[in-house]
Antibody
Framework: QVQLVQSGGGVVEPGRSLRLSCEASGFSFSAFTMHWVRHNPAKGLEWVALISDDGRTTHYPDSVNGRFTISRDNTKGTKGTLYLQMNSLRPEDTAVYYC?????????WGQGTQVTVSS | IQMTQSPSSLSASIGDRVTITCRASEDISEYLNWYQQKPGKAPKLLIF???TLERGVPSRFSGSGSGTDFSLTISSLQPEDIATYYCQQFDNLYTFGQGTKVEIK
């Protein structure tokens, strides 16, 4: 079955960097567009980044554009890894971050990882 | 594209029919999905393309609408439906509504 297992996250000071990872298995990873989505209880859900199946196309909302970078490793056969490099972190980036598969909707989600930006 | 849900929260009895609405700031055709999120859990896809039920989702959930006005209906509210529901447009990148919290009266 589809599995998305996340790692990374934690507490970081404003202005610092953090990298999230998501190990994918149980499906042909290189055939799917992938996303990162975050949830803050006060703000709800926010889409954070998209990467095409081949990794050539990425998109971001204005809130993270220029600070966050999504990437992927498709070289492990049917398995793969999704990454989110987060630079110049701000307190408003505090949230639970999810990696998500896109298959007629955001149909499979990782378990989520907490990122807290605080001095 | 801005997505506005109403109400922000609602309280209903078991067995009630519940409807949540979602309005887009511009025409998004049927490029709309609905998600359910329970506390401490990842969101779950319920409806895609405005009205198509995701595999495994109970048939008491249904979606309708096109253009700018959409709705999610639970035909008979069950205890396990207590959650926050979000709409999401994917006509121009992705935007979620602010969420509707459903509670039991």
């Amino acid at each position: 079955q589809v599995q998305l297992v996340q790692s990374g996250g934690g507490v970081v000071e404003p202005g610092r960097s953090l990298r999230l990872s998501c190990e994918a298995s149980g499906f042909s990873f290189s055939a799917f567009t992938m996303h990162w989505v975050r949830h803050n209880p006060a703000k709800g859900l926010e889409w954070v980044a998209l990467i095409s199946d081949d990794g050539r196309t990425t998109h971001y909302p204005d809130s993270v554009n220029g600070r966050f970078t999504i990437s992927r490793d498709n070289t492990k056969g049917t398995k793969g890894t999704l990454y989110l490099q987060m630079n110049s972190l701000r307190p408003e980036d505090t949230a639970v971050y999810y990696c998500v598969r896109d298959d007629e909707g955001f149909d499979s989600w990782g378990q989520g990882t907490q990122v807290t930006v605080s001095s | 594209i801005q997505m506005t849900q109403s109400p922000s929260s609602l309280s209903a009895s078991i067995g009630d029919r519940v409807t949540i609405t979602c309005r887009a700031s511009e025409d998004i055709s049927e490029y709309l999905n609905w998600y359910q999120q329970k506390p401490g859990k990842a969101p779950k896809l319920l409806i895609f393309d405005a009205s198509t039920l995701e595999r495994g989702v109970p048939s008491r959930f249904s979606g309708s609408g096109s253009g700018t006005d959409f709705s999610l209906t639970i035909s008979s509210l069950q205890p396990e439906d207590i959650a926050t529901y979000y709409c999401q447009q994917f006509d121009n990148l992705y935007t979620f509504g602010q969420g509707t919290k459903v509670e039991i009266k």
